[in-house]
């Protein structure tokens, strides 16, 4: 649910995103000896195409092969399109034409065989965000909630759902970060109380076993139309978040939550550093090359202190939570992780911290079970713990006063910031 706020947010901001599926069928061809062969399977080119504006074209293209994936040169190819509005397609040609948002299936038909291929409009619009509401992507798969403060904070394996429309994906990790929804909920919910202003939340509500929102697009969706247009929305709010922050601060944080099984129950905090890396002294881990490689590059290159005291020294996050009773892996007790498994940061810290520029910088947080995410209680405690720290750390590295960014009058006598919301578990 979103949170009772009168303060609006206009900007320019990606549309939710639309999926055109172009898909390609073709006819029977001839041998040289006359006999006919049977359309086994159609690749399709492009496999993936996005486009930003009404009215944009795309010319899809298919090859046809016979169950022995010898090609079947000349086979016809006949076009439609489920919705007119989002996307027509010429049916003798396979040349595409944007029209509108949504979600559309091209078909081209010549029995037995078929064949995807996707087309993205993604469009700018002016989008009114209320500071404190939920927005969501088609059917609720994707959730943000708008902030004002220049904290965003994503939540991509903590979803319920588990929609027939998009099957189980096949290959890579399939099990959920328990409870880590409930947790990022429960630190946006701390934030307000401190600092009476919003952090900036982005959650997958659907299973990863569905979708993996913290892979690129092939791994995340594995073809599925309607799982790659919930993984365009979900990194899409990250985005218009991001450009909110940039828009009214100039700089921000950007935190990616998850929740590993280690045997460690510990705090693992990823800056796209390996555990190598970290075993080097400080005076080797302030060189180029490794502020250059991590996900606070903006900040090491702007903050008064080094890279090695912003990685591990005592004004750290994992020095600074490490004082308020949870241990954490980089920070001054443990600069590195001593031979344990550990995450060094994923797809997300990547794409959306300071690696390659940009003024928000970033950290994945994968969180242990005990302690911090297996009780509500925990959960709160934690939460509370996070985000005191963070209100130490963008005073001394960011030169943010959180708490002076929002009014404190606008707490209410609760503590709470809204409504709870309970997870869908369907």
Not at 30 to 54: M, N, T, W
Not at 156 to 165: I, K, N, R, S, V
Not at 215 to 230: D, L, M, S, T, Y
Not at 376 to 387: D, I, Q, S, V, Y
Request: net charge negative; proline share 5%; aromatic share 8%.
């Amino acid at each position: 649910m979103g949170f009772a706020s009168s303060s609006v947010h206009i900007r320019r901001c990606r549309s939710l995103p639309s999926t055109l599926l172009a898909v390609l069928l073709a006819s029977t061809g001839c041998e040289d000896d006359g006999a006919p062969r049977v359309p086994a399977e159609v690749i399709v080119f492009p496999s993936f195409v996005v486009v930003d504006e009404i009215g944009a074209t795309e010319q899809f293209t298919a090859q046809v092969q016979d169950g022995n994936g010898d090609l079947i040169a000349g086979a016809a190819v006949t076009w439609s399109s489920s919705d007119i509005s989002v996307a027509a397609v010429e049916s003798a040609t396979g040349l595409a034409t944007a029209r509108g948002p949504g979600i559309a299936t091209i078909t081209a038909t010549s029995a037995p065989a078929s064949g995807t291929a996707g087309l993205e409009v993604s469009l700018f619009c002016e989008q009114d965000y209320v500071t404190g509401q939920s927005y969501y992507g088609r059917n609720q798969y994707i959730e943000y909630i708008a902030g004002d403060l220049p904290l965003v904070l994503s939540a991509p394996h903590g979803g319920y759902l588990t929609p027939e429309e998009i099957p189980d994906r096949t290959w890579g990790t399939m099990a959920q970060d328990r409870q880590t929804q409930e947790l990022a909920r429960a630190i946006a919910d701390s934030v307000y109380v401190r600092t009476g202003g919003y952090a900036h939340i982005i959650i997958c509500r659907v299973h990863r076993s569905k979708l993996d929102a913290n892979r690129e697009i092939v791994e995340a969706a594995q073809g599925n139309p309607h799982a790659q247009q919930a993984w365009y929305e979900y990194h899409n709010f990250i985005e218009d978040a991001k450009g909110t922050v940039a828009e009214e601060y100039e700089r921000g944080f950007y935190i990616d939550l998850h929740g590993h099984g280690h045997e460690m129950q510990w705090l693992e905090l990823g800056y796209l550093l390996q555990s190598s890396d970290l075993e080097l002294s400080d005076a080797q881990l302030e060189r180029p090359d490794y502020v250059n490689k991590s996900s606070i590059r903006t900040l090491a290159l702007e903050a008064d202190s080094g890279f090695a005291a912003l990685v591990r020294g005592p004004t750290s996050l994992g020095g600074l939570l490490e004082q308020r009773g949870y241990p954490s892996v980089p920070s001054p007790a443990y600069v590195h992780p001593g031979g344990q498994p550990f995450f060094s940061g994923g797809y997300n810290t990547a794409r959306h911290g300071s690696r390659d520029g940009g003024p928000i910088s970033g950290v994945q947080i994968e969180a242990n079970w005990t302690g911090v995410r297996d009780s509500p209680g925990n959960r709160e405690a934690f939460a509370g713990a996070l985000a005191e720290a963070l209100e130490v750390y963008f005073d001394l590295h960011f030169r943010i006063d959180l708490p002076g960014l929002a009014p404190l009058a606008s707490v209410t006598a609760s503590g709470s910031r809204g409504q709870g919301f309970e997870p869908d578990r369907r």
